[in-house]
């Protein structure tokens, strides 16, 4: 009897990604080691890392962060179509994942993309690692779309298939975990924050309105965001602080809006298109912009696989 192929599939979520890396390492422990990986959006990246050995010296990056890096790593141009281009950003990721091609990994490796002129879902399965992750991470609104060989605009591709069960069943997985981020977001995003520690959050504000005195690029970014948006500096900041606030922001706006589509996108999908385990790691609390919480997501990804142990090694049974 054949050996049945297991499928890690990991959905999308931006800041709330770093969720899938203590998914990874849970169910590796457990004795389950994916024999493909299929992303979409964040968890192309974090699949990719994974996909060409590199998974630990990307998390020994992401748990790095602080809010000052992130600033460090937003190129912003107001053309393009996204006010991020992501080319520091990558650049960044490149130099601890480095950039193999597809066909080239260890492991099976495909992410899920969406054509901006047709709506078109995309699945890219060769060529440039980087370059598909890329396309797969391009938020509407927040990076600029990516082009790709054959000319067309590739946006997020949460868009169409957050969480793509499908891709995984077309390229033979057997046995499909998925993991989908967005399953306890809805009606919460306004309204979770919690309040930290005060002058922590003062001190990290001071020092990225001093980088903006005397980093060029950053006071570049800022007077970019001023011009193209009618949006200050410190009003970005606020958006990376923790404290309450009653009304939303821009980018809290948009992670809303991106939020409820991409959940009720993911539930039509798979009510159709069920994986064998899902797994719903709980991330309400943390918001579009906290890629500095690497810490507490990776433990929430890990408590999710916990949750679901009994089903998994019933599963696994049969592998």
Not at 42 to 67: H, K, M, P, T, Y
């Amino acid at each position: 009897m054949n050996k049945r192929t297991v499928a890690l599939v990991l959905g999308s979520g931006a800041a709330r990604g770093w969720a899938h890396i203590g998914v990874i390492h849970e169910l590796i422990e457990m004795g389950i080691k994916p024999d493909m990986i299929v992303g979409a959006s964040v968890g192309s990246v974090v699949g990719g890392a994974f996909a060409c050995g590199n998974l630990d010296r990307f998390e020994e990056w992401i748990l790095s962060l602080g809010r000052v890096d992130i600033i460090r790593l937003l190129d912003a141009k107001m053309t393009g179509g996204g006010f991020l281009q992501g080319k520091s950003l990558m650049n960044a990721i490149e130099q601890r994942i480095g950039d193999p091609r597809i066909e080239d990994l260890e492991i099976p490796f495909a992410c899920v993309s969406t054509e901006l002129g047709t709506g078109r879902e995309v699945w890219l399965r060769e060529g440039s690692l980087l370059d598909a992750c890329r396309a797969s991470m391009a938020m509407p609104g927040m990076f600029a779309p990516s082009r790709s060989t054959g000319d067309r605009l590739l946006v997020d591709g949460g868009l169409v298939n957050p969480v793509p069960v499908s891709l995984a069943r077309a390229m033979g997985g057997d046995i499909v975990i998925a993991v989908n981020l967005n399953g306890d977001l809805m009606g919460r995003h306004f309204f979770v924050h919690t309040i930290e520690d005060d002058d922590e959050d003062e001190e990290i504000e001071k020092q990225l309105m001093d980088l903006a005195e005397k980093d060029s690029s950053v006071a570049t970014w800022a007077a970019k965001m001023k011009t193209g948006f009618g949006v200050r500096l410190d009003s970005y900041i606020s958006s990376l602080r923790k404290k309450e606030s009653p009304d939303p922001g821009l980018f809290d706006v948009i992670a809303g809006s991106i939020d409820i589509m991409q959940d009720r996108i993911t539930r039509s999908r798979m009510a159709g298109e069920p994986p064998d385990i899902h797994i719903t790691p709980r991330l309400s609390h943390i918001g579009l912009m906290d890629f500095d919480r690497a810490g507490e997501c990776i433990e929430e990804g890990r408590a999710a696989v916990q949750y679901k142990k009994t089903e998994i090694e019933k599963l696994a049974m049969s592998f």
